[in-house]
């Protein structure tokens, strides 16, 4: 059983995502997912969005092939 260092309760539950942007003005924007508590909704870790970047390299691997 999980339990959130927020609020400190235990849950059952799946933890939430939310999708958010990751980056600062000086740097590119990227898709990213914050990790929330089902009870309390506090962020409890933020990473880059896989399926994104996935889709990101493909659209651009495409791009550069229709290129040649």
Known sequence: MAK???C?????SPVKYEPMVVGTSSQP?????AYV????DAILGV???PLA????????IEQRLSQH
């Open 47 to 49: 990473q880059l969005d």
């Open 37 to 40: 508590c089902p009870l309390c």
């Open 53 to 60: 970047l996935n889709q990101e390299l493909a659209n651009e």
């Open 29 to 33: 924007q990227l898709n990213g997912i």
């Open 4 to 6: 959130c260092p927020h």
């Open 8 to 12: 400190d309760k235990p849950f059952l």
